[in-house]
């Protein structure tokens, strides 16, 4: 992928949420400002997030006699949060690959 949204991901952080089409947000900045730090906030809140619907799963699956609804209510939520917590992962992979030698 040449220009377009790969020169700001290498320009910027990756942010945890996305614009209103659904296209993805990136900050540039040294990573000390207020949007940094929500950021960070948000991406801990989303992975504790996902902790606490993976325990919720294996209960849930434990169990021998769970409706179909619930099921799909679960993968549904499992899904979101995967989706997540891979833009967590992809917006601090990029920041550690950016950064200078010591």
């Not at 929500?38 to 699956?61: C, T």
């Not at 769970?66 to 992962?89: F, I, N, P, Q, T």
């Amino acid at each position: 992928m040449t220009g377009g949204a790969r020169d700001h991901a290498v320009a910027g952080r990756l942010l945890p949420w996305s614009r209103a089409d659904g296209g993805p947000c990136y900050l540039v900045g040294d990573g000390t400002g207020y949007v940094s730090r929500l950021a960070d906030e948000i991406e801990d809140v989303q992975i504790d997030m996902a902790d606490h619907l993976l325990g919720h799963a294996a209960e849930l699956l434990a169990e021998h006699r769970v409706a179909g609804a619930e099921l799909h209510y679960l993968a549904r939520r499992l899904s979101e949060s995967l989706r997540d917590v891979k833009r967590v992962a992809e917006s601090r992979g990029a920041r550690l690959t950016r950064r200078p030698p010591p």
